[in-house]
T-cell receptor
């Protein structure tokens, strides 16, 4: 158990709908990362938040958005869903943002993921 | 754009045998990570390699990093069934600091047969 909690674990929804995935980082971790894992694209970095602010952006679609709240939990919002959005969405966390020497030797810890199926 | 290539993508081994998984990447980096994923499960951190020549070992797995060749290897010694999983390498494209904006390889599906 990594200490990163994601809900829901499974979600089935229709095309065009909107869903919200929730992530609670490990206790004390300030950074949250969202990754998408799909059969065709593999594992892709979507976005990172550090202490409530967006820190880095990856291949995140405009239909997707995220935020990190004062209690450090994060939500990933997926809207106008398409069949191709079906994937396993991982949240990960780390103590810091990863920008300095203090992060040497650290890694990020992944949650169990949220399976999204769009039908 | 950073590219990370793993090979082989599929590996079927017999118990007791040795094998190596290779991870090549296309840009300068001194931070490389290996993860293990069981079917439908999360990613488990195996190794963090932070410098050229770094070598780390845990049980039957040993990972190394050659930053000049932009190559990391994951060596499996005397494989056992419990090692069956998908193994990913991931590269952090920043040197001297990290955003953990990792670029992952496609993964190597390892099956260890009795």
């Amino acid at each position: 158990d990594s200490g990163v909690t994601q809900t829901p674990k499974h979600l089935i929804t229709a095309t065009g709908q909107r869903v919200t995935l929730r992530c609670s980082p490990r206790s004390g971790d300030l950074s949250v990362y969202w990754y998408q894992q799909s059969l065709d694209q593999g594992l892709q970095f979507l976005i990172q938040y550090y202490n409530g602010e967006e820190r880095a952006k990856g291949n995140i679609l405009e239909r997707f958005s995220a935020q990190q709240f004062p209690d450090l939990h994060s939500e990933l919002n997926l809207s106008s869903l398409e069949l191709g959005d079906s994937a396993l969405y991982f949240c990960a966390s780390s103590p810091r943002g990863g920008g300095g020497p203090a992060d040497s030797g650290n890694t990020i810890y992944f949650g169990e993921g949220s399976w999204l199926t769009v039908v | 754009e950073l590219k990370v290539e793993q090979n082989p993508l599929f590996l079927s081994m017999q118990e007791g045998k040795n094998y190596t998984i290779y991870c090549n990447y296309s840009t300068t980096s001194d931070r490389l990570y290996w993860y293990r994923q069981d079917p439908g499960k999360s990613l488990e951190s195996l190794f963090v390699l932070l410098s050229n020549g770094a070598v780390k070992q845990e049980g039957r797995l040993m990972a190394s990093l050659d930053t000049k060749a932009r190559l990391s290897t994951l060596h499996i010694t005397a494989a056992v069934h419990d090692l069956s999983a998908t193994y990913f390498c991931a590269v952090d494209p920043r040197s001297g600091g990290s955003n953990y904006k990792l670029t992952f390889g496609k993964g190597t599906l390892l099956t260890v047969n009795p």
